[in-house]
């Protein structure tokens, strides 16, 4: 089971006509697994910063896509939500704890909110060069991209902080570090590794043996010997009735 439909399964739809809200929905993966359970969501919200979602979702009568930014107040009346969830957002706002709080005030009492959020720091690669991949990992934790107000490579162990500060209750804490064994572009392992080369731009030397260690990896996955992972943190809480 994938990340996208553990997170749908823990929104636990559990009865018909819900109204659920996907913050941070990227490209829907997870709003495609929300509409696949039974019984599915009546109305799925699919906000984020910038129009990713895929077509065939566009055109579901049951998704409403909307940009809006997540760093201001959400743009739901009170109430009127059944289930939140968002899937690493948390690091790119500048009040995580006041995103929490519109989570409450937008949900109907019992409702409830799975907030999740990859801690970046634990990605695991094989590789031939464990020190090197240490140094590349560390340049991408800490790396601000360009355009942003700032990351947290740490955000997934810092999580249930956050969760235990907000005012809603603490029902579940999950987490789970998926193996993959695919290392060609479009794959998780691909694009975490853009990350780490693109932290090493400004190192010339460091740059090129990031160049050198991706082909290395790429390598050991074309001999089968290639494992990656990635710690995801989630949480689940629910609005007192």
Not at 110 to 123: E, K, P
Not at 211 to 226: K, Y
């Amino acid at each position: 089971m994938g990340r996208h439909e553990r997170l749908a399964q823990l929104t636990d739809v559990d009865a018909p006509g819900l109204v659920v809200a996907d913050l941070g929905c990227g490209t829907g993966r997870t709003i495609r697994e929300l509409l696949r359970l039974d019984p599915p969501p009546a109305v799925v919200h699919a906000l984020d910063s910038t129009s990713q979602l895929d077509d065939d979702l566009l055109h579901d009568e049951r998704v409403v896509s909307r940009v809006a930014d997540l760093d201001v107040p959400l743009p739901f009346d009170d109430e009127s939500l059944d289930r939140v969830l968002s899937m690493n957002v948390a690091e790119n706002l500048h009040q995580p704890a006041g995103f929490l709080r519109e989570c409450t005030r937008v949900l109907r009492p019992g409702g409830t909110a799975v907030i999740g959020h990859t801690d970046f720091d634990t990605a695991l690669f094989t590789s031939d060069d464990d020190e090197l991949t240490r140094l590349l990992v560390d340049r991408f934790v800490a790396e601000v991209p360009d355009g942003s107000q700032g990351t947290d490579g740490f955000m997934g162990r810092k999580l249930l902080s956050l969760a235990v500060d907000a005012p809603l209750l603490l029902e579940q804490v999950h987490s789970w570090a998926d193996p993959h064994r695919r290392f060609d572009r479009g794959s998780l392992a691909w694009k975490i590794a853009m990350g780490m080369v693109a932290a090493a731009r400004d190192d010339a030397g460091l740059a090129a043996r990031a160049a050198a260690w991706v082909e290395s990896v790429r390598r050991l996955a074309d001999q089968g010997r290639f494992l990656f992972t990635i710690t995801d943190v989630v949480v689940v809480l629910r609005k007192p009735r």
